[in-house]
T-cell receptor, first 118, second 112 residues
């Protein structure tokens, strides 16, 4: 079975600085997707960034980028130029690829609460 | 475009009561899922469906029932509420060929 682990329950960053959130996962599959979701106090789950396992290039979305280390099964999220609006809980998630019977399921980590200090 | 709509947003139940959490999506998505969110545990899958008439259990299915009679709707039924079911519940949907899952705004359920 696949698992996702976020070992940092809480992180803080100064506004305008850079912070990295860690995520590790365990799987025996070769085809899968990895995601970072943001959950602000409104409770809405917002997709921040996604990475296809078959792509070697790290995904980037504006100030958000990932460091995808497939062999190490590591998927960290880097937030550059942190803004007050980035304060939220962040979840790392895994989903099997299309060849798997598990493809309907998202497996989430425990979450990391990010505080942004002005 | 409404996306994924969950009702109600908040609910308080007494132990032993039953209720149904509603979830509807208007994007013609094949996949629909229910998750519960508990502190320190992330979101855990309760039940999911890959299409109308097809459902399967997730990681924590006990005490919950689902059905999928239409593509649009995927209700979650609590048969006899217990305090352990106090949680925030999310419904999500995804197109079969798509990557991104779309989430409803969640239901905060308290069982007293």
């Amino acid at each position: 079975a696949q698992t996702v682990t976020q070992s940092q329950p809480e992180m803080s960053v100064q506004e305008a600085e850079t912070v990295t959130l860690s995520c590790t996962y365990d799987t025996s599959e070769s085809d899968y997707y990895l995601f970072w979701y943001k959950q602000p106090p409104s409770r809405q789950m917002i997709l921040v960034i996604r990475q296809e396992a078959y792509k070697q290039q790290n995904a980037t979305e504006n100030r958000f980028s990932v460091n995808f280390q497939k062999a190490a099964k590591s998927f960290s999220l880097k937030i550059s130029d942190s803004q007050l609006g980035d304060a939220a809980m962040y979840f790392c998630a895994y989903r099997s690829g299309y060849g798997s019977s598990n493809t309907g399921k998202l497996i989430f980590g425990q979450g990391t609460t990010l505080q942004v200090k002005p | 475009n409404a996306g994924v709509t969950q009702t109600p947003k908040f609910q308080v139940l007494k132990t032993g009561q039953s209720m149904t959490l509603q979830c509807a999506q208007d994007m013609n998505h094949e996949y629909m899922s229910w998750y519960r969110q508990d502190p320190g545990m992330g979101l855990r899958l309760i039940h999911y469906s890959v299409g109308a008439g097809i459902t399967d259990q997730g990681e924590v299915p006990n005490g919950y029932n689902v059905s999928r009679s239409t593509t649009e709707d995927f209700p979650l039924r609590l048969l006899s509420a217990a305090p352990s079911q106090t949680s925030v519940y999310f419904c999500a949907s995804r197109k079969g060929s798509g990557t991104e899952a779309f989430f409803g705004q969640g239901t905060r359920l308290t069982v007293v």
